[in-house]
DNA sequence: TTAATACGCAACCAAATGGTTGCCTGTCAA
DNA sequence: TTGACAGGCAACCATTTGGTTGCGTATTAA
């Protein structure tokens, strides 16, 4: 329905994530590339790369018989961007520190659960 | 698998993040009161918090015969960190830019597509 | 030209998903 | 105490999803 709803049932799955973490590694690569140590199919692969495209979260090139693969990382941006100012607007300035601290040396961990 | 998975895939529905809005908008929603505009069966969102609950973006507290419906941000804020540390550590520097577009008058758009 | 490579298409399948209905339990108020 | 109200549980159903296999097509290399 919403443009976004494309771009969130694509990152719903764990195999689609871990395409375009690959994708993100190295930029361009081919089907085959892609499937190398995945454990399914080229078809299955296939089919989540189609996800992926329907969401706009990659693109792709013929060149000759193979068809290269990109990332477009503005939908995830969008996305990140819209639930961060929905969800953590009083929190923005965290960011801020977010920032400073991926500037800065190492990265610490902060509080997890608070169920009541 | 992982810990995010539960979350992604909660927030992979749509009716889950009209809850989520919802929940938002007024914390501490009992299930009838989340229920009333939503042309679902009581049962079918209660399963949808269900999902939340379980992906701990949705915490309850019993009071009475009613279910109070708290919302927590810190998985998405976890994921939303991660994302864009992960996609988008050049750039970075844009949240600020956000940031400052936030504190200030009017948000601006920014380009969408760019298939090749 | 022939064969290997890289991919597309379609059918098929099991399991998960989103939804329903029916009925049961606990709590509050008259 | 007796309803009415808020919610839980379980069975059931249709569709979607993630995956497979089999075969077909285009491109490259021998």
Redesign the pocket.
């Known amino acids: 329905m919403t443009d976004d709803d494309a771009v969130f049932?694509a990152l719903?799955?764990g195999?689609r994530r871990l395409l375009l973490d690959r994708l993100r590694a190295r930029d361009g690569q081919?089907?085959?590339?892609l499937c190398l140590g995945l454990?399914?199919?080229?078809?299955?692969v296939?089919?989540?790369l189609a996800?992926l495209e329907e969401a706009n979260l990659v693109a792709w090139q013929r060149?000759?018989?193979?068809?290269?693969h990109f990332i477009n990382p503005v939908p995830i941006h969008q996305i990140a961007r819209r639930w961060i100012t929905q969800f953590d607007l009083p929190r923005l300035d965290a960011l801020a520190a977010l920032k400073d601290r991926l500037e800065g040396p190492e990265n610490d961990e902060q509080g997890k659960d608070n169920a009541p």
């Open positions: 049932r719903a799955d195999s081919t089907l085959g590339q454990d399914m199919s080229r078809q299955a296939a089919k989540h996800v060149q000759g018989r193979e068809k290269l």
